[in-house]
């Protein structure tokens, strides 16, 4: 079967750096992607990774390994704003995005 | 970036009743679109996916005779709850697919909180 394994939930303090991983098995790839989803609100676009390697923008940067289906998201500088549920997405060989549960992010002061 | 609205936002009905949700792209043209429902914190589960002119796929589970999907044009799809039991309070979100973005990346409209009495 195909899925998606995230962290539940995770607290850092604000100013700080937190990484959270995602790690994945499906039946082929065709990119990963990060997307940040508020309490009561829809997901929004954060990143897209289908080469290995980090990708980097501004204060969220996102790493793929194909070889190990393994990705993570880096945040830094955490503001009390980042505090919200953070889902990683694989498309799939017939381009279907597999979700993960989310890894819901705790900021305290 | 592409924008998909969402309507309405919140919406009350009584059980038994059918309800109706729009959800529109509206700079640019989504021949596929994804209808969600969202549970208390828990993850988006895919409801159906609806392709304009075309029957909707439903994923496994999914009963396509209470939710009705119908993808007319290349910029609307409407999701109809049909014989609304409490049951199906949800948060119902959609997104679209641009055809000339990446074959991933999904606008979302804002979401569709659903309360069935």
């Known amino acids: 079967g195909q899925n998606i394994d995230q962290p539940t939930e995770m607290t850092a303090t604000e100013g700080a750096i937190v990484q959270i991983n995602c790690t994945y098995q499906?039946?082929?790839?065709?990119?990963l992607f990060w997307y940040q989803q508020h309490a009561g609100e829809a997901p929004t676009f954060l990143s897209y990774?289908?080469l290995d390697g980090l990708e980097e923008k501004g204060r969220f940067s996102s790493f793929l390994s194909r070889s190990k289906g393994y990705s993570y998201l880096l945040l830094k500088e955490l503001q009390m704003k980042d505090s919200a549920s953070y889902l990683c997405?694989?498309?799939?060989?017939?381009?279907?995005?597999?979700w993960g549960a989310g890894t819901k992010l705790i900021i305290k002061p | 970036g592409a924008v998909v609205s969402q309507h309405p936002s919140w919406v009350i009905c009584k059980s038994g009743t059918s309800v109706k949700i729009e959800c529109r792209s509206l700079?640019?043209?989504?021949?596929?679109m994804f209808w969600y429902r969202q549970f208390p914190k828990q993850s988006l589960m895919l409801m159906a996916t609806?392709?304009?002119?075309?029957?909707?796929?439903?994923e496994q589970g999914v009963e396509k005779d209470k939710f009705l999907i119908n993808h007319a044009s290349l910029t609307l799809s409407t999701l109809t709850v049909t014989s609304a039991h409490p049951e199906d309070s949800s948060f119902y979100i959609c997104?679209?697919?641009?055809?000339?973005?990446?074959?991933?990346?999904?606008?979302f409209g804002e979401g569709s909180r659903l309360t069935v009495l």
């Open positions: 609806s392709n304009e002119g075309s029957k909707a796929t439903y």
């Open positions: 499906t039946s082929g790839f065709n990119g």
């Open positions: 997104s679209a697919r641009d055809a000339g973005g990446h074959a991933g990346e999904l606008f």
């Open positions: 700079d640019f043209q989504a021949t596929t």
């Open positions: 997405a694989v498309m799939d060989s017939n381009y279907q995005l597999i």
């Open positions: 990774n289908v």
